[in-house]
Antibody, heavy 121, light 107 residues
Framework: EVQLVESGGGLVQPGGSLRLSCAAS????????MDWVRQAPGKGLEWVGR??????????EYAASVKGRFTISRDDSKNSLYLQMNSLKTEDTAVYYC????????????WGQGTTVTVSS | DIQMTQSPSTLSASVGDRVTITCRAS??????LAWYQQKPGKAPNLLIY???TLESGVPSRFSGSGSGTEFTLTISSLQPDDFATYYC?????????FGQGTRLEIK
């Protein structure tokens, strides 16, 4: 079964750091670009960023709202995706989803269940 | 950044109705558009990619059309399971952006 499972969410104070993980199974993780998308409480979807695959040098893209604070990385040997979040702000409070990017079409065709990050003092 | 604007924001309809949701891009995105369905407390689910290609396993009552700046998602005959929020997403250029969502509710 193709599956993504996020972990690492929790409560953190403003200015703090948190690292989210996304464990992939059931597909060849190394072949795919991977995205992070977040959803603040009661709000719509916001794309956070992307890591490309090895064939594309693992390059990354970020939304302006997180650039310089968040870092996306991956470990293909562990079928895992990561989101390192530093200098967290209250507006980063959201459910964070990891998603697989389709190889031929670039839509997000597999999503994790999400992990909740709350930034509050 | 490319802005995606969905209309309407809320749509009330009945089972069996044909409904259409529109998504407009602030500049041309060719056909690099996806549609997602999201139910409360759940992750989004891909319905359509490349503007008009139905994702595997998605019922054929869903269809997408458009190119350039104007796109539509049509549900030909609403089923009870279709009442949810729908999002468009452009992936023509970075940053990738979503529409604000259309909430489809039961009339």
């Amino acid at each position: 079964e193709v599956q993504l499972v996020e972990s690492g969410g929790g409560l953190v104070q403003p200015g703090g750091s948190l690292r989210l993980s996304c464990a992939a199974s059931g597909f060849t993780f190394s072949d795919h670009y991977m995205d992070w998308v977040r959803q603040a409480p009661g709000k719509g979807l916001e794309w956070v960023g992307r890591t490309r695959n090895k064939a594309n040098s693992y390059t990354t893209e970020y939304a302006a709202s997180v650039k310089g604070r968040f870092t996306i990385s991956r470990d293909d040997s562990k079928n895992s995706l990561y989101l390192q979040m530093n200098s967290l702000k209250t507006e980063d409070t959201a459910v964070y989803y990891c998603g697989r990017v389709g190889s031929s079409h670039y839509g997000m065709d597999v999503w994790g269940q999400g992990t909740t990050v709350t930034v509050s003092s | 950044d490319i802005q995606m604007t969905q209309s309407p924001s809320t749509l009330s309809a009945s089972v069996g109705d044909r409904v259409t949701i529109t998504c407009r891009a602030s500049q041309s995105i060719s056909y690099w558009l996806a549609w997602y369905q999201q139910k409360p407390g759940k992750a989004p689910n891909l319905l359509i990619y490349k503007a008009s290609t139905l994702e595997s396993g998605v019922p054929s009552r869903f269809s997408g059309s458009g190119s350039g700046t104007e796109f539509t998602l049509t549900i030909s005959s609403l089923q009870p399971d279709d009442f949810a929020t729908y999002y468009c997403q452009q992936y023509n250029s970075y940053p990738i952006t979503f529409g604000q969502g259309t909430r489809l509710e039961i009339k």
